[in-house]
């Protein structure tokens, strides 16, 4: 995860004072590294190197500065409000060398849990819930409404985590498996390049911005809907707030890095623009407008257009953990852009055996 809100190092655990190429020496009982009694949680498997500066998928945890709030569950209701009382833990690339991957967070500052005190709720196994606020680290339960900033999108962004430990395993590596519990929506624009002998087309730059416009912004947390260890928990959209969401550029806005080119379905020649947003399960509706972009021109005039499904046409899905795909052509004569192409997939890459540690 792209978290770069630095926080104190905890002076009770000075793992730094190890090599990040140290190897665990063999018989090493982490208790020895955590703390005595201490739960240890890791991962559920590595997804994959991935750089977390350019990581807008949400798939890693970084160093120092990915926080988990979790609490050993026995029938209480579940609060992860800031000074709510949830165990902390943080994640160490240095306890995941020392420890061979297999333990990627250390309680902060003596605020773990110990396997002496945890609980069991009728003979179930030991129930844990964790939850993240990415980025700015603070309880949320409404996304940003200005998504251009790398640091309002990824915060916008909440993974969360249920597992059951069988009694059976104490003492052992408890594994969290997260995932995204809103949805994202990725654009992609394609704008005809300009072309000076029929002065049509618009030159490399162009959009200003992409908004979603009256997108619902809020949800309640399910902490109580039973799901199966290691299942995706989930949200509630709620109806009672609505606001434009403006979308995150997956390109650099200033050197135009990562502006693709291509051919729109008529053979035009385009530059190719994606867009990102992170919003709460919802349904895009017949003749509301979807999408609103705003455009200057070659010789720098404002043009607004717009997006809005024709009549009779199947609402857009926006679903809990998946990406939905839309792909825009520009029409120039009319200020309106219109659909080619929209897919739903999952989040596959960063909700499936999602990647704990930083490669």
Known sequence: MNLRLVFLYSALFLLTACSHTD????????????????????????????DPDNDYLHNTFIHNSS???????????????????????????????LTGGQYNFRPMDGRGFRWSELKTEGGGGYKFDAIVFPHFHKYRNE????????????????????????????????????WHVLSMVRVK????????VDNTGF?????????????????????????????SPGVETTTEKRGDVTMHPLYDTVKFEGV????????????????????????LTETEVILRLKLHTIDNQERVYVYTPSIGAANIS???????DLHLIIKEDDNKAFLVKTEVKPWAEASVDMSLEKE
């Open 67 to 97: 926080y988990l709030r979790i609490y050993n569950y026995v029938g209480d209701d579940l609060d992860f409000t800031d000074e709510a009382g949830f165990k902390w833990y943080v994640y160490d690339d240095g306890l995941s060398n």
């Open 203 to 231: 030159g490399i730059g162009a959009i200003d911005n992409v908004v979603l416009p009256k997108m619902l912004t809020q949800f309640n947390y399910q902490f109580n809907k039973a799901v199966s260890s290691d299942q």
């Open 260 to 283: 693709e080119e291509g051919k729109d379905i008529h053979g035009h020649d385009c530059y190719v623009y994606s867009f990102a947003a992170i919003i709460p399960e919802q349904e």
């Open 189 to 196: 624009v394609f704008l005809h390049k300009y072309n000076p």
């Open 318 to 324: 926006v679903t809990a953990g998946a990406i939905t």
């Open 143 to 178: 996304v940003y409404a200005d998504q251009r900033p790398n640091e309002n999108f990824l915060a916008s962004d909440i993974l969360m985590a249920h597992h059951v430990q069988l009694e059976s395993e104490y003492g052992k590596k408890v594994s969290l498996h997260f």
């Open 23 to 50: 190897k665990p020496a063999a018989g090493t009982d982490i208790s020895q590294i955590l703390g005595d009694d201490f739960v240890g949680f890791g991962a559920v498997s590595k997804a994959g190197a991935v």
